[in-house]
């Protein structure tokens, strides 16, 4: 009975603030939040955070590769992750020059190297513009008319806001579609690599200490931004110039303690805080235990393929990086929410938001039904998400499919009116596409791409029970062979011995051509993305319905349950947008007896060293820690150089590489995980549980200089 109280006491305030719970927005800077940063040691002022326009610290911080980055230098040179900036290593990589093994170091600007596919987006412009959304979505909307005319403003902001040059813009929602904001960015195209550690370094401990503490990760890299000389945007060129930021974070001279202030600002991905009950309920026994097991095979697979050579094994490398990333995670979420009980609180707290209703008259007609409602879509959801689950994986995974069918809607769609077409299918699209075409290239594997589609149709044919993609079916099994299997097989075979898609110059060409044009080429998985598309635009058409119906409920539910707390301090769910969380230097029991200290050690981290990967120190670093400049950055309570250390922000997937600040607003760290225990924390924050894990700039520092030497690196940071 104790354990579960506790439970109940943590998870009753999982959706208003508590502790230091919340990843606020930048205009949600209360007079409250403000005093309680300043009652914890902060010492500038949290209005500085965002000035829109002017020299603020959000003007430090960018969005960047699926993560985010901080300048550190008045001439654009940007701190993040190592495994953020994986990508852009990945691509550059070759069995001759592995980056990913060794890592890289330009001495001088002139020896940096452009990251392929890589560029940063610093927010320039936040407005709450809901009253666009809520003039025109009149009560009774069907589902699809509902998303379609929030997708058909939504363009029309974009549209208008991006007529500024330079100006990138999206439109988010907030609170599930309760709330709208147009967010314009500054987008810079030019990134160029400057430094990143080895991978013994910035992947030390690998997936055995993924999302573990203690930790002993180098997870840091150094890209710098490139724009014309005069001061735009632009494409790589010889001339381009640094970008000069208005604002760049000091690197902090003193270290942290225990106990400490620290606030991150960047770019959290997504949490899920105000799931119903149905919504928790489906995860938990369905969409997780599914997810997991398709990954296990989906690596198997990977990792067969990628023992054909060094350089299939490098083209790999990033799939892989992200696949292992993602089955731990689902697998400590899964395990958290089963061990904490989370749909049966979230049960019991609907159970007292329909007794809260059924108390009011007034909310008894505004509210009538919700939870049913909920429920019902709930369950029409569920009928399709291990179906929609193999197919997203199927279109992610095989190139050759992705790029048949970005092409064939593509011929399609532009034949609309440009706020008439589908998402991702505007003209200001298409530049990316090609740009993310181009940067796939270099790391497609003809053979791993075929073994990928045979894999996915055989998942996809045997989930397929109500004939969801029965033209697909039909097309298979014409295939000569016996069982499924072997159709597929004998399929895929033919696909890819009749098709011109693995050229690039191809592809491109084929951007241009209209639809007559395209099934002229004979191309056999062009062909077949012709053949498939109804079928997908009714599976799409069934998902619009349930997104468009959550966009009605959602927000009813959200206002329903602030009413049972109206004085509580509420934030809506992460959605890749700016967010500042604030915490301090602390440690955590994960279980009885145990208790992790909040700082880890070079000590630990040698002590780890076996020789072997994930943990083989190469010589250098061996050096290094058994060198006489080691003492330079010693801490003097921890008497060693701190490695990692973990604090109670608030954070989840995005916020790698967010810059971690001090008291005074300097750079003391990177924020490059969470802790295991707590995974499930994006369903609900855990106050004695939920940690963000950080490399400490002083390791950063140490590795730069006693390591590889990065004196120009060093000294642009004020360091050397």
């Known amino acids: ?62 969005r960047l590769g699926g993560g985010s980055g901080a300048f550190v230098s008045a001439d654009g040179l940007i701190i993040t992750n190592h495994h953020v900036a994986f990508g852009a290593v990945q691509s550059l990589s070759s069995p001759q020059h592995n980056y990913i093994r060794d890592g890289f170091l330009a001495s001088d600007r002139s020896e940096e190297i452009p990251a392929p596919g890589y560029n940063v987006r610093i927010m320039s412009g936040f407005e709450n513009v809901t009253f666009r959304f809520q003039a025109a979505l009149r009560p009774g909307l069907n589902p699809q008319k509902r998303l379609r005319l929030i997708e058909k403003i939504s363009q029309e902001l974009i549209r208008d806001g991006e007529k500024i040059p ?31 550690p080895a991978r013994s370094i910035g992947a030390y401990g690998g997936e055995i200490d993924n999302w573990m503490w203690p930790r002993h990760s180098g997870d840091f890299s150094f890209l710098r931004a490139y724009v014309g000389q005069d001061g735009r945007p632009a494409d790589w060129a010889k001339d381009n110039v640094p970008y000069r930021p208005l604002h760049h974070f000091p690197v902090a001279k003193t270290g942290l303690r225990s106990g400490d202030f620290t606030m991150i600002l960047g770019y959290p991905g997504t949490s899920k805080r105000w799931c119903t009950a149905a919504e928790i309920g489906s995860q938990v026994q369905a969409n997780y ?44 979420l899964l395990a958290g929410l089963q061990r904490n009980q989370v749909f049966e609180f979230k049960l019991a707290k609907e159970k007292q938001l329909a007794a809260f209703i059924a108390a009011k008259p007034t909310l008894q007609k505004k509210f009538a039904g919700l939870l049913g409602d909920i429920e019902s ?56 596409k090609k740009e993310r075409m181009q940067v796939s290239q270099k790391n497609l594997d003809l053979a791993t791409d ?40 004998a399929f895929v075979d033919a696909l890819y011995s009749n098709t011109r898609l693995a050229d690039l110059d191809f592809k491109l060409k084929m951007f ?7 099934a002229a080429t004979q ?23 349930i997104e468009g119906s959550w966009l009605r409920l959602k927000p009813l539910y959200i206002e329903a349950m602030m009413g049972l707390d109206p004085q509580a301090l509420y934030y809506p769910d992460a959605n890749s947008t700016l967010r500042f969380s604030y915490g301090r230097v602390e440690g955590y029991t994960p279980r009885d007896a145990v208790r992790y200290a909040p700082f880890s050690t070079l000590s630990g981290m040698f002590a780890k060293n076996s020789g072997k990967f994930p943990f083989d120190l190469d010589a250098k670093m061996v050096t ?9 950055y010693n801490d003097p309570f921890l008497g060693d150089v701190p490695v990692n250390f973990l604090t109670s922000n608030d954070s989840t997937g995005g916020n790698s590489g967010s810059p971690v600040l001090n008291e005074r607003a300097e750079l003391v760290g990177v924020l490059f995980d969470g802790n295991y225990e707590a995974l499930d924390s994006d369903f609900y924050y855990q106050p004695d549980l939920s940690r963000s894990i950080h490399v400490d700039i002083r390791y950063v520092l140490f590795v730069a200089d006693r390591v590889n030497q990065a004196v120009n690196v060093l000294a642009e940071l004020g360091a050397h």
């Open 450 to 489: 075929q073994a990928i589609l045979s894999f996915f149709l055989d998942k996809l044919l045997a989930a397929d029970s109500a004939g969801a993609f029965k033209s697909l079916s039909k097309e298979i099994q014409h295939a000569a062979g016996k069982g499924r299997r072997e159709k597929i097989a």
């Open 377 to 432: 879509l709930n369950t029409a959801e569920r009928e399709i998400i291990s179906l929609n689950t193999i197919y997203s994986w199927l279109t992610r995974g095989c190139r050759l499919l992705n790029w048949a069918l970005t092409l064939k809607k593509w011929s399609h769609e532009k034949t609309k009116k440009d706020l008439y077409r589908e998402r991702g299918f505007m003209e200001r699209d298409m530049a990316v």
């Open 624 to 632: 290094a820690i058994n060198g006489p400049g080691r003492a330079r």
């Open 166 to 196: 330079g100006n990138e813009c999206s439109v988010a929602r907030f609170y599930s579609g309760r709330e709208f904001y147009l967010v314009t960015y500054f987008k810079i195209r030019d990134m160029r690599v400057v430094y990143v």
């Open 289 to 332: 235990p599914e997810r997991i097991a398709l990954l296990a095979q989906y690596i198997e697979l990977l990792e067969k393929c990628s023992t054909a050579n060094e350089a299939v094994k490098i083209k790999n490398a990033g799939m892989l990086q992200g696949l292992y990333n993602s089955i731990k995670n689902n697998r400590g």
């Open 523 to 545: 191309d056999a998985f062009i062909s077949l993305a012709g053949k498939i598309q109804p079928d997908i635009d009714a599976f799409n058409r069934r998902k619009n319905i």
């Open 512 to 518: 241009a051509a209209d639809a007559r044009t395209l």
């Open 1 to 62: 009975m104790r354990s579960k109280a506790i439970i109940i006491l943590i998870l009753f305030s999982a959706l208003s603030l508590t502790a230091k719970e919340g990843m606020f927005r930048l205009d949600g800077i209360t007079a409250g939040l403000t005093a309680d940063m300043k009652a914890m040691g902060c010492q500038f002022d949290p209005a500085d955070i965002w000035q829109p326009g002017k020299k603020c610290l959000a003007m430090a911080v960018v």
